[in-house]
């Protein structure tokens, strides 16, 4: 391991990132900010292409930044896998979605595990950053680079260190985001250790790939069920006839043994609505169920069908049906001023009202299309127009919600995005 360490610490070594995505390239850009030569590796064509003409497809990577670092040869991409047994260090940054079924999917990493070990020489380092269940590192990357006939912690290291991505976030990015990291071996740790403190200002060592397995799953299952607490409050508070956002911003208060969440209308994005599906289906290989994560994902699931409740009920009180009305739905990412749209609860509310025979639109400043069952949407101009109600699903900065609030005739709010702005024609979950 002593060529490698000596590689790192001069900054000689070379890294590849499999999986360009949100993930891969954020983190290939960092590590060629500091000065690495870093070659990423994709199965889309297009996606290498755009990276090599310095053009970025992900909105936390300015063009101007990858195009400054493509020109002045520190990173390039690539869609041949043999660029692998180059690399000094590797890191394995593709998705790991739920099947049909809810089961986790590592199809994606078994794939790029099975390239890595065909390529793997002594005086590696591999780290694997897609989210997964406990073990996965240990019971099944492990084995497929074993096949290799080096030895962990002798010829080449292997570790896991969680990816912590907050797309749209101004101020937390890779390199200010504290990054965990656990190896197979001590060695492992160490030297995966080593490498990610040149790009990134604070690494947490843990004792085993499997407790960095964890600590992930566990940020995103406390997120998970602490919404899901404050989406069922918001539907007691309707009962109760008492406005919940009054409620948590109240209680947020205390200076002490509280964190205000806020309700909405249901969970997006890749991490918070799977990560803690991913824990939970590896205790039930244990024997175990994980009740609060069940419940949790429960309630979250349902508040899409919630906001429709409660935009059939503000209908109704104009003498309106859901079928036959148009519908405008502001904001389809599924958190502010970004343009993802994965798992996005705006979609689901979309296809209830289609399904309910609703005429639907959406308008999106960072969305300009979406697909919703087998058709392509655009976004439309935020104008009332001869819409019959406008439901405001994500909370976009610079959307001007006083002309909503004034101009249509029904708004359900499921983000409080027009407080301080209360009116008859307003309903907030």
Same mark, same amino acid.
């Given at each position: ?8 610490? !001069? ?5 590849? &990132? ?46 101007? &930044? ?56 002594? !005086? ?12 996965? $590192? ?7 680079? $074993?096949?290799?006939?080096? %030895? ?36 492992? $740790? ?10 990134? %200002? ?22 998970? &069920?602490?919404?899901?607490? &404050?989406? %069922? ?139 919703? !069952? ?19 699903? $994500? ?35």
């Amino acid at each position: 391991m002593d060529v490698l360490r000596e590689r790192i610490e !001069n900054r000689t070594a070379r890294f590849s &990132v499999i999986g360009l995505g949100y993930v891969g390239l954020p983190l290939a850009v960092e590590f060629a900010r500091a000065g690495y030569a870093v070659t990423g590796v994709d199965v889309d064509a297009e996606k290498v292409a755009k990276v090599n003409a310095g053009e970025s497809y992900v909105q936390d990577v300015p063009t101007e &930044v990858l195009a400054s670092l493509v020109a002045d040869g520190l990173l390039s991409a690539s869609v041949d896998f043999d660029v692998l047994a180059e690399a000094d260090v590797v890191s394995i940054c593709v998705p790991t979605p739920l099947s049909k079924t809810k089961d986790p999917d590592v199809s994606y990493v078994v794939a790029s595990s099975e390239e890595l070990a065909q390529r793997l020489r002594k !005086n590696q380092l591999v780290i694997l950053e897609s989210t997964t269940y406990p073990g996965t $590192t240990e019971e099944l990357v492990l084995p497929i680079l $074993t096949s290799s006939n080096l %030895e962990v912690g002798v010829d080449y290291c292997l570790a896991f260190s969680p990816e912590r991505v907050d797309p749209g976030n101004r101020e937390y990015g890779v390199r200010n985001t504290p990054k965990v990291v656990g190896g197979i071996t001590e060695t492992c $740790t160490e030297m995966a250790t080593l490498f990610l403190s040149g790009a990134i %200002e604070t690494v947490v060592p843990v004792s085993s790939t499997g407790a960095a397995e964890t600590v992930k799953l566990l940020e995103n299952t406390f997120r998970s &069920v602490n919404i899901g607490l &404050v989406n %069922e409050l918001a539907i007691m508070c309707e009962r109760l006839g008492v406005d919940v956002w009054e409620v948590i911003k109240a209680a947020a208060t205390k200076p002490f043994g509280f964190m205000p969440f806020f309700p909405g209308p249901g969970l997006g994005g890749h991490c918070i609505p799977i990560d803690p599906l991913y824990l939970s289906w590896k205790l039930k290989t244990l024997d175990y169920r994980a009740r609060f994560i069940e419940l949790a994902g429960e309630v979250n699931a349902r508040m899409p069908d919630y906001v429709i409740a409660r935009t059939v009920k503000g209908l109704n009180e104009q003498k309106k049906p859901v079928n036959g009305s148009k519908f405008l739905i502001i904001g389809v990412a599924y958190k502010p001023d970004i343009d993802d749209v994965r798992e996005s609860p705006a979609l689901d509310i979309l296809k209830l009202l289609r399904r309910q025979g609703g005429e639907v639109a959406y308008s999106d400043p960072y969305v300009p299309e979406i697909r919703l !069952n087998g058709d392509t949407l655009q976004s439309v101009p935020l104008e009332a127009k001869d819409y019959d109600c406008a439901i405001i699903a $994500t909370n976009h900065r610079g959307v001007d919600f006083s002309a909503v609030v004034r101009d249509f005739p029904l708004v359900i709010d499921t983000r409080n995005a027009t407080e301080g702005m209360e009116a008859p024609n307003v309903v907030k979950l």
